[in-house]
């Protein structure tokens, strides 16, 4: 089965994190990427320039599009645009039978803000509805605290990215607050880590639109991120993207007939 994964999520021009690496998460992990683009932004490794916001009404019409038509096996929710834009995203997916990862983007790597408070304070309708919130440290305090984000009755992936340490720590907390998994992994000593969030949430919820178990899902996503890290291609002059490929072109691996006279 090909898991058909929605992805409702900002726009990165730079193409190492938001719509652009989640459509290469989905893909390279075997799912079907749709999405439903709730801002544009102009961005690259260096910071993001500008950010434009999709209005609200054509947010919901990509999401009714898909869903009335192709379907989907699981939703992911990345950056969101506007509180307007989240209330209403919350309304349209709430009752929805499928796994929904929401991953609370507030800033982005190079430390650029991409969520203003009021949309923040809209997070909260938001954080009713999915299986899985994916904040990293800095966002789970923004949004208070692993009690609190339990509270909604959601699944909690919190990632140890942002923590001291040689080794980081994902963790992911079952809505009672018991661990159901956690994933320890040395510290991989680089500034190409653009992207790993919403790559993270992306192959999470590509793993459970399959049918995987969370432990599974979670374990998988977590290696795909690791290696992705390990194969960048060192873009640019910040924090590079990571390398979604894995390092393989796949073409160069296919055999036929030697088209040489």
């Given amino acids: 089965m090909t898991p058909r994964v929605l992805i409702i999520a900002g726009s990165d021009s ?21 999405t439903a683009i709730t801002a544009v932004t102009a961005q690259n490794t260096l910071g993001v320039q500008a950010v434009h916001p999709v209005p609200t009404g054509i947010v919901l019409a990509q999401i009714e599009s898909v869903l009335s038509d192709l379907g989907a096996d699981a939703i992911k929710i990345g950056m969101i645009g506007s509180a307007e834009t989240a209330n209403a995203v ?5 009752g929805l039978d499928v796994p929904i990862v929401f991953d ?6 190079s430390g650029s803000v991409l969520a203003e408070p009021p949309t923040i304070a809209a997070f909260e309708r938001l954080m009713r509805i999915p299986s899985v919130v994916t904040p990293n440290l800095p966002e789970l305090e923004a949004l208070g605290g692993e009690e609190a984000v339990l509270a909604h009755g959601c699944h909690l992936l919190a990632k140890g990215g942002h923590a001291d340490g040689n080794y ?10 018991r661990e159901i998994v956690r ?12 992207g ?12 459970l639109g399959a049918g995987m178990p969370i432990k599974e899902a979670f374990v998988q996503a977590v290696r795909f991120v690791r290696i992705a890290i390990l194969s960048a291609p060192c873009f640019g002059a910040g924090h590079g993207p990571i390398g979604h490929t894995l390092g393989h072109n796949p073409f160069e691996q296919l055999e036929g007939p030697d088209d040489d006279p």
């Fill in 14 to 34: 730079g193409g190492g994190a938001g719509i652009q690496a989640d459509i290469k998460t989905v893909t390279m992990l075997g799912g079907f990427a749709m």
């Fill in 183 to 194: 994933a320890e992994g040395k510290r991989i000593d680089t500034d190409d880590t653009h």
């Fill in 90 to 94: 919350a309304d349209r997916l709430s």
């Fill in 104 to 109: 609370p983007v507030m800033v982005a790597t």
């Fill in 168 to 177: 980081v720590i994902d963790r992911v907390l079952a809505p009672n607050g």
């Fill in 196 to 207: 790993t969030g919403c790559t993270l949430a992306s192959a999470l919820a590509t793993g």
